[in-house]
């Protein structure tokens, strides 16, 4: 690891102005950017840890809306969003290992936005509207806009993402198929089905990172069971490839991990 | 350098340290208590895992900062007194639950965190639950038989 200096802000307007300082970069949990700091892949002037803010941490059901605070670890959405977004308490339940859990963030996850990642899935097919808090204050972006491609999304300079607002689908799911190694997703499918249609999201799958299956969305709004995507297939143009799944095994898995969503929706 | 300072196996503890040390790191090199192992060092193994807060962490992706006031158990402080073994650590020795014993300070630890939560867990909850530890010696079979005799013996107590 290089050199750096790690900034413990006690609140949410610390941590803003801590970051504004050079080659700052907010610390989630850390379970992803710890490992890269080892490889020497990362090489921040300082990083804001973010974990022990209490204001970053929580989770809220407000009617049809659970909102989870950014610093909020995996563990802590399974545990609280149980009962009112039990599809999201199981992703979140499923994601890396206990002690991973214990300490990765969902905000953490969202801003990284690694393209096997599950948290963008779920965001993306719920609808979901983050909230990024910087210099310039806070603002609110819908996941549609905010996921970019891949490691890429509409984070500025300084800006941490603070908030998940998630609408409750009538009815959703999500099935992992599981890298064995790395618990990441070969590929993953988020389906949540609203009174003003069905969204399905996929990570694991693209080069373009996580990405709305929109025939699958057409064709489950008017019917939403298994058999309603009996017909339907995603290209292998685009998918990515290595040594634990192929294009075509990727854009394969892709329908089986949908129908198993519906079906256990 | 930044003092660090947290509460170890239930003793108030205070050193200098860098930004970038692991937590890991503190324990084992600060503080002499190299029960905590190092594996893997790139998250996957599981032979460091400590409790801060009373919670599974791995000690190799946390920084020593990042743990300053909490509370922290290693493998040390598990045991209720010198020369006496933690129920999970006679399990372990009673069923042949390590060979090689690199990765048994992870492993006594995440089982110690399971069954906190889940007093009587199924094999498949058990075998989930070491999801994020890594053994290449015993094949899983006696570490999973000794957690089940531990939970046995913990709810006898």
Redesign the interface.
């Known amino acids: 690891?290089?050199?750096?200096?790690?900034v413990?802000p006690a609140s949410l307007a610390e941590a803003i102005e801590a970051l504004k300082a050079e080659e700052a970069q907010p610390?989630g949990g850390?379970?992803t950017l710890?490992?890269t700091?080892?490889q020497r892949l990362a090489q921040p002037g300082?990083?804001v840890?973010l974990?022990?803010i209490p204001e970053l941490v929580g989770v809220e059901v407000k009617g049809k809306v659970v909102n989870i605070k950014g610093a909020t670890p995996h563990?802590r959405v399974a545990e609280l969003t149980a009962s009112a977004f039990p599809a999201l308490a199981a992703m979140a339940d499923n994601i890396?290992?206990?002690?991973?859990r214990?300490?990765g963030t969902i905000g953490g996850s969202l801003a990284n936005n690694d393209p096997a990642a599950c948290y963008p899935a779920a965001a993306l097919a719920c609808g979901a509207t983050l909230v990024l808090t910087g210099p310039e204050g806070a603002r609110e972006i819908v996941a549609d806009d905010y996921f970019q491609g891949m490691f890429a999304t509409d984070l500025g300079e300084g800006e941490i993402v603070t908030e998940i607002r998630f609408p409750i689908p009538e009815a959703s799911n999500y099935q992992k198929f599981v890298q064995p190694?790395s618990?990441f997703a070969m590929v993953g499918v988020f389906v949540a089905k609203y009174a003003d249609g069905v969204r399905v999201a996929v990570t694991g799958a693209s080069e373009e990172g996580v990405f709305r299956w929109t025939e699958a969305e057409t064709a489950l709004t008017a019917d939403f069971s298994p058999a309603a995507l009996e017909s339907l297939s995603v290209p292998a143009e685009g998918m990515m490839g290595d040594i634990h799944a192929s294009p075509e095994y990727r854009a394969h898995l892709v329908g089986v991990m949908t129908r198993r969503a519906v079906a256990a929706s | 350098m930044p003092t660090i300072s947290m509460t170890v196996n239930g003793k108030p503890v205070s050193a200098e340290a860098e930004g970038r040390t692991l937590l890991v790191q503190f324990l084992r090199e600060t503080l002499g208590l190299t029960g905590t192992h190092v594996g893997c060092d790139t998250s996957q193994c599981g032979a460091c895992v400590v409790h801060v807060d009373g919670q599974s962490v791995k000690a190799c992706t946390m920084f020593a900062g990042e743990a300053e006031g909490a509370d922290v158990t290693t493998i040390e402080g598990l045991a209720p007194g010198e020369g006496e073994l933690h129920p999970i650590q006679e399990a372990f020795r009673d069923n042949h639950g390590l060979q090689c014993g690199f990765c048994t300070p992870g492993m006594v630890m995440t089982a110690a965190d399971l069954l906190k939560r889940n007093a009587s867990p199924t094999e498949a909850e058990i075998r989930e639950y070491l999801e994020g530890n890594l053994c290449r010696c015993t094949g899983y079979q006696n570490i999973v038989k000794a957690i089940q005799d531990a939970a046995g013996r913990m709810a006898a107590e």
């Open positions: 690891m290089y050199e750096f200096e790690l413990k610390l850390g379970q710890i490992p700091l080892k300082s990083l840890s974990a022990g563990a890396g290992d206990p002690a991973v214990h300490r190694a618990r």
